[in-house]
């Protein structure tokens, strides 16, 4: 997602996955894009059913109403507290090196939602959609993939159950398979609707939605989730740009045999020189990147965050600042954890007992820890280690401790009310095997879902269960059934004696 600044004081705001305006207010009006999208609003009581199932206390970006708007994420959170789980699918389109801020926004969304509901997660690398809008060589956006997933695995998912792919490597059948259905439900003329197309698009760009949509299922990875398209729910956390996608994704879905795919998500978090500015790799003062350094940080929101405070300290003083405008104050909405001080820093900053000096300062306090927390993380990202997310085969445990002195920083407080420590992925396997006993998806004999027991424990549990499920001897149907048996293996018997006296006659 781009964001473009609109010259023309009567614009419209645009909002769609590759351009974000703001209206003629410089002002993104949240309530017209869930009243045009059609999706709904997150309210107190859904937060609170979250709160209550994960027992975990919601997520600053969730209570604060930066990720506000969803689609049946209700409906996943029912069927969770029903004991069911989902998987969650998130991406990014790499087009450049590294990822600014306000990418963090849903990957750090989505490390949590992983870790409060236990859930597996796969990660979409767009490096053909990149390709195709962007002035790139296909090797450069592959390689940018690359770097970003680095970026992206320092968010500390759990390489046990998280699988990244970049579509230029991964597109395998099950994939291909998905797509070309989606593709087939979907009009030219819809397609320009829903996306904006015209006769100038190249045919990719036409192509691409349905390569995007296709994870929604989750037959896209038999090696995680088997070839039943309807074995687990999936869940998108993204910033609302994302929404066209899936709204078509959701529109075909059952027309192919899949569930619709749930979403929740975020509002933009500003760039740097105000809401209706540009975050772009071109300007690197117009956004800070998680490659920064703490001099660069600093500098950056000294010079350039657009500040909502007065013109002088006097200013400032009588009249407080406009929280509506101010970038310091919205980034801190973002990021700063402590909802206290948040509020404490919103009352004198808006009512001028504080400088825009001073918040600025507190926001370089808060980013820099934050970034620097996050340079260190990726360091540990070798390519070693970025290969086991990659991997569609196995996922070996061998670094599941990698993030454990992190996570534990961030999550130990709720872990410890948990009263738990390793029991997260052992739950996940638990469920997992559980859904998979109960839909009976024995049909890929891989051991198609994570946890999903090998297929010599499947031979054992149809035994057992065919042993179990079998009529006692000497009712009615027993006999029947043996009889049944008996006439088949005769039949067979006679067939190959046949076939074998054939054999025997043409070779005399
Ligand atoms: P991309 O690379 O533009 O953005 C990656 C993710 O970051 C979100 N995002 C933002 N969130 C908050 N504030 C911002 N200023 C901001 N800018 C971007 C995006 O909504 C996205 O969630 N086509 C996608 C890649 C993709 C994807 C997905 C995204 C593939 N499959 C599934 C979400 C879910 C893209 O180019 O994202």
Redesign the pocket.
């Known amino acids: 997602?781009t964001t473009t600044t609109e010259e023309e004081e009567e614009s419209e705001q645009v909002v769609t996955?590759w351009d974000v305006s703001a209206g003629a207010d410089g002002k993104i009006d949240y309530a017209k894009l869930v009243r045009e999208f059609g999706c709904s609003e997150i309210d107190k009581n859904l937060i609170e059913r979250i709160e209550m199932c994960t027992q975990t206390k919601a997520h600053p970006f969730l209570r604060r109403g930066l990720f506000f708007a969803h689609r049946e994420l209700d409906e996943i959170v029912t069927a969770y507290e029903k004991g069911e789980k989902f998987y969650l699918?998130?991406?990014?389109?790499p087009s450049s090196e590294s990822l600014h801020l306000?990418?963090l926004?849903?990957f750090q969304f989505t490390k949590w939602l992983q870790v409060a509901f236990k859930v597996p997660l796969v990660i979409?690398l767009?490096d053909d959609?990149k390709f195709l809008w962007k002035d790139l060589q296909l090797e450069d956006c592959r390689r940018l993939a690359r770097e970003n997933a680095k970026d992206i695995a320092a968010c500390g998912f759990n390489p046990e159950t998280t699988f990244i792919f970049a579509d230029a490597s991964y597109m395998c059948s099950s994939f291909y398979v998905n797509m070309v259905k989606i593709a087939k439900c979907v009009t030219f003329n819809q397609a320009k609707g829903i996306f904006g197309f015209t006769g100038d698009s190249n045919i990719g760009q036409i192509g691409f939605p349905p390569v995007?949509a296709a994870p929604s299922f989750p037959d896209c990875f038999p090696h995680m989730f088997g070839m039943n398209k309807k074995s687990l729910k999936c869940l998108?956390p993204?910033?609302i740009?994302?929404d066209p996608y899936f709204r078509m994704t959701r529109d075909v879905s059952h027309r192919i045999g899949g569930y619709k795919p749930a979403l929740v998500e975020?509002r933009?978090?500003p760039a740097l020189k105000g809401e209706s500015g540009k975050?772009s790799a071109s300007d690197p003062t117009s956004a800070i990147y998680v490659t920064d350094t703490a001099k660069e940080i600093k500098n950056k929101i000294n010079k350039h965050a657009f500040s909502g405070g007065g013109a002088t300290i006097e200013e400032q003083r009588e009249n407080g600042a406009n929280l509506e405008v101010d970038v310091p104050w919205k980034w801190l909405n973002f990021f700063l954890e402590d909802d206290e001080k948040l509020k404490e820093i919103g009352e004198k900053y808006g009512s001028g007992e504080m400088l825009t000096g001073e918040i600025k300062q507190i926001l370089v306090d808060v980013l820099t820890p934050m970034v620097e927390d996050h340079q260190k993380r990726r360091a540990l990202v070798t390519d070693e280690v970025l290969d086991v997310y990659f991997n569609p085969t196995k996922t070996p445990k061998v670094f599941l401790d990698l993030f454990r002195e992190y996570e534990e920083k961030e999550f130990g407080k709720w872990e410890k009310k948990k009263g738990g420590g390793d029991s997260e992925n052992d739950d996940l396997c638990a469920a997992l095997e559980e859904k998979m006993k109960l839909e009976g998806a024995t049909e890929n004999e891989e051991g198609c879902a994570i946890g999903a027991p090998k297929s010599e424990d499947w031979l054992r549990i149809r035994k057992e269960r065919m042993q179990r499920d079998a009529p006692t001897e000497g009712s009615k149907s027993a006999l029947k059934k043996a009889a049944k048996i008996k006439a088949a293996a005769e039949k067979k018997a006679a067939e190959k004696a046949a076939k074998a006296a054939a054999r025997g006659e043409a070779a005399t």
Do not use: L
């Not at 699918?89 to 389109?93: A, E, F, I, K, S």
């Open positions: 997602m996955p699918y998130t991406g990014r389109g306000g990418h926004v849903p979409q767009t959609e995007q998108i993204c910033a740009d994302q975020s933009f978090f975050m």
